[in-house]
């Protein structure tokens, strides 16, 4: 059975810090461990420098049959991959303006029943862990992240 993950780190508008570790963190591990997995990444990406990297990471990583990059999809599409999805992911980097913030996708994914791996913020816990909605790990962990969505 094909296991699958969801991210809606590719949303316009956002820094490349945000999107970019999220692109396939963990995604290269699962394999190893005899996962079988799909990685849709849901989104428009308005950097096209970003989104030819991302591509070449997918391709880097040999993951072109597993990760999909949607590009802009309606709001309705949207939710319905989120809702499809086995687990998502919110795999932010510690930065200010992330640290002392809620992203909405944590609340999307809760919405949908969808279970998040999310990093491990002070200000996430009371609405992952705290909750039973997700794992937080650290966002640059590969072995974590691949254990959480494990």
């Not at 780190?9 to 810090?17: E, L, M, N, P, S």
């Not at 070449?56 to 072109?64: F, G, N, T, V």
């Not at 709001?75 to 200010?96: K, N, S, T, Y």
């Not at 992330?98 to 816990?125: H, Q, T």
Request: hydrophobic share 35%.
């Amino acid at each position: 059975m094909r296991f699958r993950v969801s991210s809606t780190d590719c949303t316009a508008g956002k820094r490349r810090q945000r999107r970019r570790p999220a692109s396939c963190s963990g995604s290269d591990e699962l394999p190893r461990r005899g996962i079988d997995f799909e990685l849709r990444l849901i989104g428009d990406i308005k950097d096209q420098n970003l989104e030819q990297e991302m591509t070449d990471e997918i391709r880097r990583k040999d993951l072109s049959d597993r990760a999909t990059l949607t590009g802009w999809i309606p709001l309705e599409r949207a939710q319905e991959e989120i809702a499809a999805a086995d687990v998502g992911l919110c795999l932010l980097h510690p930065i200010p303006n992330y640290l002392n913030s809620l992203a909405m996708k944590i609340l999307e994914y809760m919405r949908f029943g969808v279970p998040v791996v999310a990093s491990d913020f002070p200000c996430w816990r009371e609405y992952v862990t705290d909750v039973g909605s997700g794992i937080q790990v650290d966002p640059f962990s590969i072995p974590a992240i691949a254990d959480a969505i494990e």
